[in-house]
């Protein structure tokens, strides 16, 4: 929403900066030290037939040196003068439509998460590896689309099928000249997990010299807008986003259980050993779910940006989340990444109707908590025995 006024202050109410966001509905404040600000946004500037979610126009949030922190206000629309508001006698038509759309915007959520814990869950089902660097990749994807459609000048869509076809070639050389040595020494799984950690640190601040620490948006695609569907308000590109995401995890899924490459790759996953005696490639299969799972991830750091502005952190913003699907799921299981994912997604979005905004994913958690206490497994993945 254009020209609504927002004022930064400092925890203490000292005055920062007063801005007004533009045409896409962002804002930007620079801040000159880390520390804890208020957003406090002008209500009067917004325009009348729409209201604050939740009621509350003031953000409070931490800046920590090098990061960028996001503040949310999310807009619902005013009821007309004589229709109940929520708290009114008849509130509770309004509470089932904030349900609806809060239950739409986590499916969103919940799909581009399964993209990004798919190819997570492939990469740990055949190799082992607990990879902390995958939110990298879901920000490399973003951050290569753009590059490609604000940098070069393509529009957003081939922009889009040059990123994933990159990523997945990145995908492929990060096995062959790195983790696929790492494994020929010996190395452990462990240890992998914490190199893992440090090519995420090394990945993050190449991403911030040659990205900024600042939020930009793709070329195309921003202010459309929204489409009415019955309770449900969205723009026409998240109906169609969600359509690619579920259409990639719907060919991915049969590709894993149709084809011989999807058979290998589970052989392999189940049994290495037993898969090399059979005669399968292990390196070779290994390197084709490093390049698919580096695609996909991609995919879904396009999907994100699409539905959000760029960041160099974006990916590390949602990592959390992309293990919480992954071990909700079934960690090694494709389908369990998609029901986890979408779990998560849900009780993201959909618990804003009683928590604050800034603790929607303590929900999602919370979940993640009961499920694996009841079923350690995960929803999807299998019971093991050891010994």
Known sequence: MNGAKIAVTTESGQPVEEVTTNAQGTWDVQVEEPGRYKATLD???????AQIRGGSNVRTLSVYEGNCSAALFALQPKAAPGQPQEGDSGGQSTFWTQAAQLTFEGFNLGLIIALAALGLSLIYGTTGLTNFAHGELVTLGAILAYAFNVGVGLH????????????????????????????????????????????????????????????????????????EVGPISAAPKNFIAMGIELAVLIIVGIALLRTRTGKAARAVADNPALAASSGINVDRVIRIIWTLGGAIAALAGIMLGLSQNLKFTMGQDILLLIFAGVTLGGLGTAFGALVGSLVVGLFIQVSTLWVPPELKSVGALVVLIIVLLVRPQGILGRRERIG
């Open 43 to 49: 209500v009067s500037t917004l325009p009348q037939d």
């Open 156 to 227: 957003l869509i081939p922009a889009a099928v040059l990123a994933v076809l990159a990523a997945g070639a990145l995908g492929y050389g990060q096995d062959r000249l790195f983790w696929g040595q790492l494994r020929r020494r010996g190395t452990g799984t462990i240890a992998m997990m914490i190199i893992s950690i440090g090519v995420a640190l090394f990945l993050r601040y190449v991403f911030l010299i040659f990205f900024g620490g600042q939020t930009e948006s793709y070329a195309q695609y921003n202010g459309q807008p929204g489409v």
